[in-house]
T-cell receptor
């Protein structure tokens, strides 16, 4: 079966750093996405990893270890607007049409 | 502005009624998708279409139907056969990835929230 695990909830304070972990056990692997979703809104693309290592984009970074089936999203200099759900998703086919999503991690940032 | 438009944003349905959710995109994307999102659950794929006049079942297609008569449009019908239709429905589109290591990034619409009374 397909399984993607993320923590359900996390809390942090403004200005802090938070790491959201994602572990996966899937029938195939052709890349991993992180999306951000504010309540009642559309998910928006944050990052994509297909090779091992760290991808940095401003305050957000994403790491992948394929051998460990593990990824994390690192958010630095947290702001109130970062309060949202963060979705980890794995592509399991080469065409990229089959994405398996985790249940999402709800991050609450307080002042 | 290019994007995906879903309508209606909120919809109420009586049991036994079919309803159709609209999804239109002007991004010139080839592929379109319908996902369902329930509280505490990940997004689950209902149907997807890679080209016009062709579509494939996702993980939870039972009780749903789709059509893809135009590249821009991918409406989803929630039929009376769907046992638990109350949910948040998300439509998405994408272009094929550029190369094997390219990302098939999904662009999502704002969603339609369906409630069965």
């Amino acid at each position: 079966g397909q399984n993607i695990d993320q923590p359900t909830e996390m809390t942090a304070t403004e200005g802090a750093i938070v790491q959201i972990n994602c572990t996966y056990q899937t029938s195939g692997f052709n890349g991993l996405f992180w999306y951000q979703q504010h309540a009642g809104e559309a998910p928006t693309f944050l990052s994509y990893n297909v090779l091992d290592g760290l991808e940095e984009k401003g305050r957000f970074s994403s790491f992948l270890s394929r051998s460990k089936g593990y990824s994390y999203l690192l958010l630095k200099e947290l702001q109130m607007k970062d309060s949202a759900s963060y979705l980890c998703a794995v592509i399991i086919n080469q065409a990229g049409t089959a994405l398996i999503f985790g249940k999402g991690t709800t991050l609450s940032v307080s002042s | 502005d290019g994007g995906i438009t879903q309508s209606p944003k909120y919809l109420f349905r009586k049991e036994g009624q079919n309803v159709t959710l609209s999804c239109e995109q002007n991004l010139n994307h080839d592929a379109m998708y319908w996902y369902r999102q329930d509280p505490g659950q990940g997004l689950r794929l209902i149907y997807y279409s890679q080209i016009v006049n062709d579509f494939q079942k996702g993980d939870i297609a039972e009780g749903y139907s789709v059509s893809r008569e135009k590249k821009e449009s991918f409406p989803l019908t929630v039929t009376s056969a769907q046992k638990n239709p109350t949910a948040f429905y998300l439509c998405a589109s994408s272009m094929p990835p550029a190369g094997l290591s390219g990302a098939n990034v999904l662009t999502f619409g704002a969603g339609s929230r369906l409630t069965v009374l």
